[in-house]
């Protein structure tokens, strides 16, 4: 079942940001939202949830919450052999109101937090909101244009951390990581005494050849350490429903968190919180399937325009999302080329410099659209044409 690729006159009619902040002439690539029509058995939920008006508060009894709880360990389990038990997570509002959260209560202002950048910006807002210190671990890009985790300065910055913040899938530069990559992370992690807080947001949307590995299923020992953050966003094109999990390896991690005010963390969305119970226990199952080969195919697409519009760039050829880490460095178009796209191509990128400082030069596409929608963008990024004014 391949998903419904909605059309630019549905899409422009929506409410959430990804669109209707756009100039009608402009068609916007930059935030990490989908433009297909959701999964029909979570449609079906929430049409069901509309017609009774049911906009209430959510139960605060465990009934729904641990039905979560217990659908994502089955989920975990069945997809990639990790045990869990559902009493060791919680249902949250949203992935980086987890991340707060856990900065906040695992460590104490001026702690170390090591980042792996270029990265999602709100990594940045979390570790300097929270007054730690920002340590970054910039990857090394290698002449294929891929990424790695630089393990000997790693080290060296785990020597003045408290914590490892980690994306895996890595956003933006969609990579996998490897078990051997994330063992040897795991080991520096041990040897310094670090937490590891790791957004796995992405883990659903992995390309052929593949494989995506909960970092706290490489040992006990690791997973004592570890916290893991996720949400059926992504995969599911469900942001705006606010609903994430959380996972804690150890009671101890979860006892601290849970010293955090509740008031800090919010409430989840009843309609997010039964929509991500539909899009875990298996009904859209067949419609992600689909929706990975479609995505498949407009980054292969996005693959072949690169080699032939932009051969000297080195490109990171996304293993997993549906982010496209594009390299503009030998085009002419400055520091931010987003904003040099935008005006020019009225096309609206993903701004690199929001990454780090790695991100100069650079542009994030997300291609999580339709076919004929990603060729009128691949057409307006060539060199050759420029979109007129409307």
Known sequence: MKPICLPTDILRRRKSCKWATMEPDVIPAWVAETDFAAAPAIQEVLTEMVAISDYGYPTLTDGPQRRLRETF???ERALYGWNIDPCDCMVITDVVQGLYGVVMSMSQENDG???????????????TDCKRRL????????????????????????????????CNP????GRVFTRPELEAMANIAMEHNLIIVVDEIHSEVIYNGHTHIP??????EIAARTITV??????????????????????VLQHTFKNTPRGILGGVNTMGLHATIKAWDGSC????????????????RVTAFLKKTLPNGRHAIPEATYLYWIDFRDQNLGGNPARTIARDRK????????????????????????????????????????????
């Open 285 to 300: 199952d067949d419609w992600l399937h689909g929706l990975i080969n479609q995505l498949q195919e407009n980054r292969d």
């Open 135 to 166: 340590l970054e671990n910039p990857l090394i890009q290698k002449d294929d244009g891929s990424f790695e985790i630089d393990l000997e300065n790693l080290r060296h910055l785990a020597k003045d951390a408290k914590i490892l913040m980690l």
């Open 170 to 173: 890595h956003n933006p530069t």
């Open 347 to 390: 096309v609206m990128l993903g701004e690199g410099p929001a990454f780090g400082i790695q991100g100069a030069g650079f542009a994030r596409l997300n291609f999580a659209t339709g076919p004929d929608i990603l060729e009128e963008i691949l057409e307006r990024l060539t060199h050759e044409k420029e979109v007129p004014k409307k």
């Open 215 to 220: 970092f706290a299923s490489l040992s006990p």
């Open 73 to 75: 360990a089955a989920r």
């Open 113 to 127: 937090v090591i980042i792996q950048t270029p990265i999602y910006p709100p990594f940045f807002n979390v570790v």
């Open 230 to 251: 996720t949400s059926a966003t992504k995969a599911f094109g469900i942001p705006a429903l606010r609903c994430a999990v959380i996972h804690f390896g150890s009671h």
